[in-house]
């Protein structure tokens, strides 16, 4: 498979569902819907989206119906983007070659502008229950649920808090920040997509233990290519260049032992995962 023909392709298709999912720039909020679109339009790869679609495709789900989860997964990515380049976090002034949006807005209304993203986010899920079926319905709020932890003080934000006292550790310590920030929205995408997709409860699970190892790959595979000596918290400070891609690697086995009964519909995700991994190792 062509895996940048599929990541093209997918995020094509996000791409005017996620502009009906934040406000136009036309309203009465300027600079607020500037702000939020700074960095989800034309975004990056929409790696986590794809993920969501490339689950829902695996259990023989259509690609369509996984376009609610898909949307509010990037919507709380940009937001963390947003909140994370702020001077009281990481301090960064470019993002997606673009300045960060509070270089361009200020900080107050890079603040709001995320605030505005992550709730965006469950405002898509629950518009989309809208007629659903019960059973459609039921799935979407799962997916909330999953999301929410996922986005909130057991996931993304506590993750955060800990990785800013953090000094020094084991790996054990770096994979638990590493879960929280960086799988855990991995994870809530691709049982989102799952679960849309109409997978039983443990095909569900199964598949967000896929976005979970994937997404601890990921984080140490960034911190392979941009490792900054002043980051202790990597798995390349704690284990040392060959055992961090010894470990990212273990991860991509384990992932994709899980996939193996899913045969050829399960090839994007299995592609997916690779490419998360191995983007230049």
Same mark, same amino acid.
């Given at each position: +498979?062509? @895996? %940048?023909?599929?990541?093209?392709?997918?995020?094509?298709?996000?791409?005017?569902?996620?502009?009906?999912?934040?406000?136009?720039?036309?309203?009465?909020?300027?600079?607020?819907?500037?702000? +939020?679109?700074?960095? =989800?339009?034309?975004?990056?790869?929409?790696?986590?989206?794809?993920?969501?679609?490339?689950?829902?495709?695996?259990?023989?789900?259509?690609?369509?119906?996984?376009?609610?989860?898909?949307?509010?997964?990037?919507?709380?990515?940009?937001?963390?983007? @947003?909140?994370?380049? /702020?001077?009281? +976090?990481?301090?960064?002034?470019?993002?997606?070659?673009?300045?960060?949006?509070?270089?361009?807005?200020?900080?107050?209304?890079? @603040?709001?502008?995320?605030?505005?993203?992550?709730?965006?986010?469950?405002?898509?899920?629950?518009?989309?229950?809208?007629?659903?079926?019960?059973?459609?319905?039921?799935?979407?709020?799962?997916? +909330?649920?999953?999301?929410?932890?996922?986005?909130?003080?057991?996931?993304?934000?506590?993750?955060?808090?800990?990785?800013?006292?953090?000094? %020094?550790?084991?790996?054990?310590?770096?994979?638990?920040?590493?879960?929280?920030?960086?799988?855990?929205?991995?994870?809530?995408?691709?049982?989102?997509?799952?679960? /849309?997709?109409?997978?039983?409860?443990?095909?569900v699970a199964s598949l967000a233990a896929v976005g979970h190892q994937v997404g601890l790959a990921f984080q140490i595979v960034d911190d392979l290519l941009d490792h900054d000596d002043d980051d202790a918290c990597s798995m390349l400070t704690v284990l040392g260049e060959a055992g961090a891609r010894e470990r990212a690697?273990?991860?991509?086995? %384990?992932? =994709?032992?899980?996939?193996?009964?899913?045969?050829?519909?399960?090839?994007?995700?299995?592609? =997916?995962?690779?490419?998360?991994?191995?983007?230049?190792?």
């Open positions: +498979m062509d @895996v %940048d023909a599929y990541l093209a392709e997918r995020a094509a298709r996000i791409g005017p569902y996620l502009d009906g999912c934040v406000p136009p720039t036309d309203g009465e909020a300027a600079p607020l819907p500037e702000a +939020m679109r700074h960095l =989800l339009f034309p975004g990056g790869k929409r790696l986590r989206p794809a993920f969501a679609f490339a689950a829902c495709e695996a259990v023989g789900g259509p690609t369509e119906r996984a376009l609610p989860i898909a949307a509010a997964v990037e919507l709380i990515h940009t937001y963390s983007l @947003v909140h994370d380049d /702020l001077p009281c +976090m990481d301090d960064d002034d470019e993002r997606r070659g673009v300045p960060t949006v509070h270089k361009v807005f200020g900080e107050a209304n890079a @603040v709001l502008a995320g605030d505005a993203l992550q709730t965006a986010a469950f405002e898509t899920l629950a518009r989309a229950t809208e007629d659903a079926t019960p059973d459609v319905r039921d799935a979407l709020a799962g997916c +909330m649920r999953d999301l929410a932890r996922a986005a909130g003080a057991a996931g993304l934000v506590g993750g955060q808090v800990d990785d800013l006292v953090f000094a %020094d550790g084991d790996a054990t310590a770096v994979t638990s920040i590493h879960a929280r920030k960086t799988a855990a929205l991995f994870e809530a995408a691709t049982a989102g997509g799952a679960r /849309l997709g109409g997978a039983p409860a443990d095909r690697e273990g991860l991509l086995d %384990d992932s =994709l032992a899980r996939l193996a009964d899913l045969g050829e519909p399960a090839e994007p995700l299995r592609d =997916l995962a690779r490419l998360a991994v191995r983007r230049s190792l």
